[in-house]
């Protein structure tokens, strides 16, 4: 039987402490696509649409294809702008109707100005557009503040299991084969929602997140379980129903969705002192690196507060102030977020020697610029680097070196004396070492790495590092969970509260 598919994708990550306002500009520099014109080098957030359109097309299915809307991780979105992407998306659906069913991929942490569950509201709205009998289905980044309005309004919702995200196209997968099953013999999804209460981040590369999603997928294999998910949660996102929540969705068995739900929500509560891996302080981690013998593998240093990925500026320089006051060399940071700093590297050519101010640019987040006597060692234009399967963009890139310690009067300091710093053009994280090489820096030879990231960086990182430490430094994206500013925020939360679910 021919059906008719109707698929669109809207999110993005808000940091509601980030300054970047998310604008329709921000939208068109990450990916603003129509009729499904993906360019050869897509964005992340695009291929779970093109998995869609190949695998409906290969049943000989006929897809509309609405707008394609993603915008890099910043600050709130305007209200302007995402009533004007609503907008296009729902009269792209009422032109394609009548459907068979919608396929949204959604970030699920966007905040707009009045909208503090903006793709809640887009999904509410689908919802009435198309009416009760038409499956809603839809994909989530693990990072989605799961809502009860996004749960009430689709059939079913698949959220990322792996961070770092090695697992989109997967889950995209998984989507579209729930979607057949509930078109061609009636499979009617049930969800259910457990609240954890937590603020956290998990990375899923090390215990006990491990094993929790391998328990998620040993789950799936049981009778009358389609799919389970784990919603992170966002910590950074000022909205009422933030925080880590479990989901499964069954076969018609609204029960067993409970009963499970909350028993992986229980071993998730019982193991979360143990989630969020330790955190150094900067000179701890500088002090740990100094006492290590010499290593043929660096160190990898993850500047979690200052993610671009998850809002923050990409420009602060707590770490790299620490570093050239102390005279520790051998150490390289890709990549700093300052276009102005990029283009004078360009203009002046490899081998100039420059009076820079660096860094610091958009706020008391960002730290204090730093003014300092650079040598341009290396540049690059329109760089990428990997991630997920897709390729991200870095922009035009620029290799600085600082002379510290003993070659902070050279003119020409050897690597062991310098600090190398690679600045850039588009606000973007660490995803993969091809963000110093793209510069001309080999990281292997460093003592040292700083990486703009959370967790990400890890599955291009880990091959090569000698061992990788998370600092908790200042910035937009503060460790600090038991701490954050939040307003809209009423209920308890561990670690701000002991123990939330209590009374």
């Not at 707008?67 to 009422?94: K, N, S």
């Not at 009045?114 to 009998?133: K, Q, S």
């Not at 005279?327 to 360009?346: I, Y």
């Not at 890139?397 to 003993?406: I, K, P």
Request: with cysteine; proline share 7%; glycine share 10%.
């Amino acid at each position: 039987m021919t059906r008719r598919l109707f698929t669109a994708c809207l999110g993005t990550e808000t940091n509601s402490f980030s300054p970047i306002p998310t604008g329709l500009g921000l939208f068109g520099r990450t990916m603003l696509v129509r009729d499904g014109r993906f360019d050869a080098r897509p964005n992340l957030f695009a291929l779970p649409l093109q998995l869609w359109r190949e695998r409906a097309r290969a049943r000989g299915w006929t897809v509309i294809e609405g707008l394609a809307a993603f915008a890099a991780p910043a600050g709130d979105t305007t209200r302007a702008t995402y009533e004007a992407l609503r907008a296009e998306i729902l009269a792209g659906l009422r032109g394609a109707l009548p459907v068979d069913a919608v396929m949204l991929n959604l970030h699920g942490a966007m905040i707009a100005d009045g909208y503090p569950d903006a793709e809640g509201d887009l999904l509410a709205a689908v919802r009435a557009t198309v009416g009760p009998a038409v499956p809603i289905v839809a994909e989530l980044d693990l990072h989605c503040h799961l809502t009860r309005l996004k749960v009430d309004s689709a059939d079913a919702l698949v959220i990322f299991k792996e961070y770092p995200h090695i697992d989109v196209r997967e889950r995209a997968a998984e989507v579209f084969t729930l979607l057949e099953r509930m078109l061609d013999s009636g499979l009617k999804p049930v969800m259910a929602m457990h609240d954890c209460r937590m603020l956290g981040f998990y990375p899923t590369t090390r215990e006990p997140m491990l094993g929790i999603v391998q328990e998620m997928h040993r789950l799936e294999r049981e009778p009358g379980i389609l799919s389970v998910s784990l919603a992170h949660g966002f910590p950074w996102g000022d909205t009422p129903e933030v925080g880590t929540r479990v989901l499964v969705v069954t076969d018609n068995d609204a029960p067993l969705a409970a009963r499970t739900a909350r028993g992986l929500g229980e071993r998730i509560w019982a193991a979360r002192d143990q989630m969020v891996p330790p955190l150094f302080g900067i000179d701890e981690a500088i002090d740990h690196v100094l006492r290590a013998s010499p290593a043929d593998k660096p160190f990898v240093l993850a500047d979690t507060a200052d993610n671009a990925g998850i809002g923050a500026c990409g420009d602060s320089t707590f770490l790299l102030a620490r570093l050239i006051e102390r005279g520790v060399g051998g150490v390289a940071l890709s990549p700093l977020w300052d276009p102005g700093a990029t283009e004078l590297a360009h203009d002046a050519g490899i081998g100039a020697r420059l009076a820079m101010r660096i860094g610091g640019k958009l706020g008391p987040a960002s730290g204090a610029p730093l003014d300092l006597s650079v040598r341009v060692m290396g540049l690059a234009k329109d760089a990428r680097q990997p991630f997920g399967g897709s390729m991200a963009p870095l922009g035009d890139l620029a290799w600085l070196r600082v002379g510290v310690g003993s070659g902070a009067g050279h003119d020409r300091p050897d690597d062991h004396e310098a600090v190398d710093i690679v600045v850039n053009q588009s606000r973007i994280q660490s995803f993969d070492p091809e963000c110093f090489r793209q510069a001309g820096i080999d990281p292997g030879r460093c003592r040292a790495l700083v990486v703009k990231s959370t967790q990400h960086f890890h599955a291009g990182f880990a091959p090569i590092a000698r061992e990788i430490l998370y600092l908790s430094a200042p910035g937009t994206g503060s460790m600090r969970f038991d701490a954050l500013p939040h307003t809209r925020v009423t209920q308890p939360l561990w670690p701000r509260v002991a123990n939330p679910h209590s009374g």
